[in-house]
């Protein structure tokens, strides 16, 4: 292993993990998942699962999570509605009642958050729209989202996908597209899109155990999510290729989103790890 290599990865005391893609896909857990997990546990080596996909709620990705095999605390799970939810309460705290374009898993998150939920009716002016990856998407619910977007309400996205990763014969419309289409019929982006790549994702996770960046490696299969954030928040980016980039799209990709490592599952990422650990320091590093 190449000493910059070995220096980098030996300094890792904590590894955040995006969940589809690079420790499962869809509903299957990759093989490599639990070996992995218990070389980092064997490491003393912490780990959060961290996903943009803000569909179900923290208590049902831990259920998910249980039955796959791979039993969980809260303290090892943070999405993009839990950064959405974290950056209202510090940044805007008068904005209670909000137009939720997500499923109920979502909205029951907001809800335990203290949140009110605004109704599809025209009544119910809410104090702000929050657009995710709804699954359970109607007509009406995204035509009245438009409304109130359309009428200059605070409007946030909690992930920046156009599409999620599936094991099944279908293509999964995500948070991005559907922010596309109210863009369309409105003229309006989103005020400010939570997610991937934006570092708030890991700001909490640093705070929580009392990391710095370099002590961090944040692990997953895209560039302009995975990637970028851990660059944007200047953590080690490792790309896994298990997912969705291939290692043409790494090698291609520009220096925002280029990886510092590229590995072609967490397999390999583990051994580089444990090998990093054995090494001695070179001469003159710290």
Known sequence: MPATVSASLSRVRHVVLDMDGTIYNG??????TKPFLARLDALGIGYTFLTNNPSKSAAEYL??????????????????????????????????????????GMIAEFGRAGFQSADDDPADSPDAVVAGFDTSLTYARLCRAAWWVSQGRPYFATNPDYVCPTDQPTV???????????????GRAPDRVFGKPDPSMLAGILARHGLQPGEVAMVGDRL??????????????????????????????PSAHCPDFVFENLAPLGEAIADARQTPPVSGHH
């Open 27 to 32: 509903g299957t857990l990759f093989p490599w």
């Open 224 to 253: 302009y999510t995975d990637v970028a954030m851990a660059k944007n928040a200047g953590c080690l980016g490792v790309l896994v290729l298990s997912g969705e980039a291939t290692r043409a799209d790494a090698e291609a990709a």
């Open 63 to 104: 259920d998910k999570l249980a039955r796959l095999g791979l039993p969980s605390t809260p303290g090892h799970l943070y999405t993009s509605a839990l950064a959405v939810i974290d950056w209202l309460r510090a940044s805007r705290p008068d904005l209670r009642r909000l137009f939720l374009l997500g499923p109920p």
């Open 172 to 186: 999964l419309v995500d948070c991005g597209s559907i922010c596309a289409a109210i863009e369309a019929a409105t």
